[in-house]
């Protein structure tokens, strides 16, 4: 656990550059050299989100080697930036956490110029058109009926295990840009609606299979989210889960705590990088990963 800590306490303020000498770094920026921009690079990256304000305006610059160099620079410094966000709230959150919040922080280390606020107001509306649907005191069983017809007929979900390692199947961004989703994804979203809705779920991930548990007062169910969205009693969920995983009990159909959900997300993430053949990004998911499993307060 060591480097997921020295990730999240190394964030010391640098020295700021004097105006000279970020004229200097602007100048070697537009040197054709590589091994000129190799050896810049990090001075430059080190200054963290203060060094975008100055690289901005090259953007468009005309010369072509200094508007790219300047871009991807400004590009990995909002990415760096993304994933401190992100390791924050994976260290300082605890089991309930914000799941759609997480997603989110999740998908724009992927992702920097994700814009959160847009997609939160997305999955609004989705939850705003199941509202005008879904009646008042309407029956349990009706409304997870609604949901799943939304999921299946306005989303178009196609939801797989033969997308388990495609990373565009997994961040939350992608899959409500394309209606792709592996299981896992699938049923995150499944929850993230359900909870907008006030629907009282919680999530089960087993091997390539998701369940949602409908429990209230009054009504218990299990719904095949990576499946056809059958609603089920928890014996026949019990008959289900056995026969797809040998071995499995009762005792596997406890829900999941968002954090552990998270966490399964970014374990899968990691696999679907490395299968990518992205040792980067494996890597980057991978202390995601170690972050979301770490006790709180060890």
């Not at 009646?135 to 799943?148: E, V």
């Not at 969205?229 to 159909?253: C, K, Q």
């Amino acid at each position: 656990m060591a480097g997921v800590m020295n990730v999240a306490s190394s964030n010391a303020t640098p020295k700021p550059l004097s105006e000279r000498q970020r004229a200097a770094l602007v100048t070697l920026l537009g040197d054709e050299d590589p091994r000129v921009f190799a050896a810049i690079r990090e001075h430059v990256l080190a200054q963290g989100p203060a060094a975008v304000d100055w690289l901005r305006p090259h953007l468009i610059s005309r010369d072509p080697v200094l508007r790219k160099r300047a871009r991807a620079l400004v590009n990995e410094l909002a990415r760096r930036n993304a994933d401190d966000r992100f390791l924050q709230f994976c260290l300082r959150c605890g089991e309930n956490l914000d799941l759609e919040q997480g997603a989110l922080l999740l998908a724009q280390t992927r992702d920097p110029d994700l814009n959160p606020e847009g997609y939160e107001a997305l999955l609004e509306s989705y939850a705003a058109t199941l509202r005008e649907r879904i009646k008042p005191r309407s029956h349990a069983r009706t409304r997870l009926h609604l949901l799943n017809a939304f999921f299946q007929n306005d989303l178009t979900l196609l939801c797989s295990p033969e997308f388990a390692l495609w990373p565009n199947a997994n961040y939350l961004n992608r899959v409500l840009d394309t209606s792709v989703a592996s299981p896992l994804a699938g049923g995150l979203l499944y929850l993230i609606l359900g909870r907008r809705l006030g629907l009282p779920l919680t999530g089960i991930w087993l091997p390539d299979l998701f369940l949602c548990r409908f429990q209230s007062s009054t009504a218990e169910f299990f719904i095949d989210v990576s499946g056809d969205g059958a609603l089920l009693s928890r014996a026949t969920a019990v008959r289900m889960v056995r026969s797809r995983i040998p071995g499995s009990r009762e005792a596997d159909l406890k829900p999941a705590t968002e954090r552990q959900l998270l966490a399964a997300l970014c374990a899968q993430l990691y696999a679907a990088h490395a299968s990518e053949g992205e040792p980067e990004e494996a890597a980057r998911l991978r202390r995601y990963q170690l972050a979301l499993e770490r006790p709180r307060g060890a």
